[in-house]
């Protein structure tokens, strides 16, 4: 798509004095907003119900921002206490909403 194109064109700007966890947090919330509207245009699951982000497509981002290492991202502070926790074997990043 064109915004992809311009996003990796630009990408050199757009990653200036941003970190990449932040960056990377920021993906990884957007993809998280996108399954929760569609579950909520579908009316499917409660508001609080954990959303799972393939492990494969948040690193399909990342790898867009040329960041092809995250594994330093999925153990930081960051991730935890943003209330995320990878599955390696179900290969998903899990968001929870309520503490458990």
């Known amino acids: 798509s064109v915004m992809r194109q311009l ?3 630009f990408s050199k700007y757009i990653t200036y004095k941003k ?5 990377l947090l920021h993906t990884l ?6 399954v929760y509207e569609l579950r909520a245009l579908r009316g499917d699951a409660e508001p609080t119900a954990p959303i799972n982000i393939e492990v ?4 399909a981002k990342a790898s867009e921002m040329s960041i ?6 999925y153990a930081s502070p ?3 206490k943003n ?6 074997s ?6 929870r909403f309520t503490q458990e």
């Open 29 to 34: 919330k957007g993809l998280v907003g996108e």
């Open 90 to 95: 179900r290969n998903v990043i899990i968001k």
């Open 7 to 9: 996003r990796q064109h």
């Open 19 to 23: 970190d990449n966890f932040e960056l």
């Open 78 to 80: 960051l991730f935890r």
């Open 83 to 88: 209330n995320f926790v990878i599955d390696r």
């Open 56 to 59: 494969d497509d948040f690193e």
């Open 68 to 73: 092809s290492n995250v594994s330093a991202f």
